[in-house]
């Protein structure tokens, strides 16, 4: 939402180059693209973790000794870096007025139609009779089932991790913290 957000207010007020954002072609992609990577970042290292071992080896002789083998682990380290639209909206110098365009389009009171752009509409992921489905289906006066049961209550709430725990914004840590405190 916040991408979407911020790609329509970017592209309708711009001065020079303005279009509406209902059509979607190869240069409105193009902007929402842009837009996308502007917000998000991708970091990779990989370190490598060097293990030694000492093993006992059989010689042809039927004699044996000690001998250190080394092996290397490598891991690899991605830091994914989002910044949340109030934060795009100043690093783009948005002035009041775009400020002001954008928030209006991620309030609460603007959320449903925001699904529906989306394609997501009023879309939780599950049918009311699967939900029901699932809730009967948990063991009664279980700690887990209650987790359960208090974590579905988030459903269909926005996911945003630098904005988890603000205006029903979640994150998949943030639901775990939010259910067990």
């Known amino acids: 939402m916040d991408i979407i957000a911020v ?4 592209t309708v007020t711009d001065a020079e180059n303005g279009m509406d954002v209902a059509t979607l072609d190869a240069t409105r992609i193009g902007i929402i693209r842009s837009v996308f990577w502007d917000m998000n970042s991708l970091e990779s290292r990989v370190e490598t973790v060097e293990h030694k071992e000492t093993v006992t080896v059989e010689h042809e002789d039927g004699s044996t000794s000690e001998e250190t083998i080394t092996r290397y682990e490598r891991i690899l380290h991605i830091t994914v870096t989002s910044h949340t639209a109030e934060q795009q909206a100043d690093i783009y110098r948005f002035t009041n007025e775009q400020i002001e365009l954008m928030k209006e389009m991620l309030s609460e009171e603007f959320r449903p139609l925001m699904f529906a752009i989306l394609g997501k509409d009023a879309d939780i992921g599950l049918t009311p009779e699967q939900l029901d489905l699932v809730q009967q289906q948990l063991p009664e006066g279980e700690l887990g089932s209650e987790a359960v049961k208090l974590a579905l209550t988030r459903l269909g709430d926005p996911y945003s991790q630098p ?3 603000q205006d ?3 994150d998949c840590s943030y639901l775990v913290q939010w259910v067990l405190v």
Not at 7 to 10: I, L, P, R, S
């Open 7 to 10: 790609f329509a207010v970017k």
């Open 163 to 165: 904005k988890a725990g």
């Open 168 to 170: 029903h914004f979640t």
